[in-house]
């Protein structure tokens, strides 16, 4: 079956840096979205990026562009988070998912969009 599994996480002081890392295990596709989302205590799922395994940049929600960063090495079946300038705000637990694409090679961090999904990994940048 689909495994997502992450890892990364941590407590950083504001200003800090995370890179985050999912492994997928067992997807029968060879090209798929990928995409990070996050949960802050009391608030939503919210989407982060995703990124397409066939190719093309990663697509990143406005309040996250410019400090976050998503990258993917299809030989490891691995997708990365580089979070950079860590702020109070981005405290949340991050998840991985995947799924294929709503329209082919297109790929956007709507949570709805994902049926495979990880754990989770706690985040915590504390004010």
């Known amino acids: 079956q689909v495994q997502l599994v992450e890892s990364g996480g941590g407590s950083v002081q504001a200003g800090g840096s995370l890179r985050l890392s999912c492994a997928v295990s067992?997807?029968?596709?060879?090209?798929?979205?990928m995409g990070w989302f996050r949960q802050a205590p009391g608030k939503e799922r919210e989407g982060v990026g995703a990124?397409?395994?066939?190719?093309?940049?990663?697509y990143y929600a406005d309040s996250v562009k410019g400090r976050f960063t998503i990258s993917r090495d299809n030989a490891k079946n691995t997708l990365y988070l580089q979070i950079d300038s860590l702020e109070p705000e981005d405290t949340a637990l991050y998840y991985c998912?995947?799924?294929?694409?709503?329209?082919?090679?297109?790929?956007?961090?709507?949570?709805?969009?994902?049926?495979?999904w990880g754990q989770g990994t706690q985040v915590t940048v504390p004010s």
């Open positions: 067992g997807y029968g596709y060879s090209t798929y979205c």
């Open positions: 998912a995947a799924d294929r694409p709503v329209v082919s090679g297109y790929c956007y961090p709507v949570v709805a969009d994902f049926g495979y």
């Open positions: 990124i397409y395994t066939g190719g093309g940049d990663a």
